[in-house]
């Protein structure tokens, strides 16, 4: 408990190494030239992005899948009049199709936050928030993949947008 927390490269190597192949270890790392910056912080490397395209993708194609579903579930008139026999059966198919409708109306949204993600990994700003311009953090991206702000900035914009 009172040991000193060692950075990451020294955690993550082998309990098999010596303290000195672990200094020469943190040597090399910092002799390494950092990568390109974007607005100040390291660019994400290409394997990163790569993961986080393939991701975006199956999302993507996902939602494409739950929209044409939820399209073909769209329920009709029933045959003779176009409107149901009972005054019941109609409330229930409102209600059916007022989900259905709010279901697909948010599959869209998130299918366009993921082709807007997309897009920043085209244009290179995947990963930096789209207000401030600062890092994303990583465990958000993991989780959220299409996450277009820090978590400051999508906590006003929810705000705003309520």
Known sequence: MGQARLPLAVRGRPASCSESAAAQHMAWCQSKPALPTAR????RTPVET???RKRLEEMRDDLDR?????????????????????????GSILSEADRTEAILLSAREQRDGVLA??????EASYGQ????????????????????RCVGCQSKWAKRHR
């Open 40 to 43: 100040g912080r390291e660019a």
């Open 50 to 52: 790569t993961v986080a």
């Open 66 to 90: 739950t929209i044409a579903v939820l399209q073909g579930e769209r329920p009709g008139p029933v045959a003779g009049t176009g409107y149901p026999a009972d005054s019941g059966d109609a």
């Open 117 to 122: 993600a997309l897009s920043r990994i085209d």
């Open 129 to 148: 928030c789209v207000d401030c311009g600062h890092a994303i953090p990583e465990g958000r991206l993991d989780a959220r993949p299409d996450a277009a």
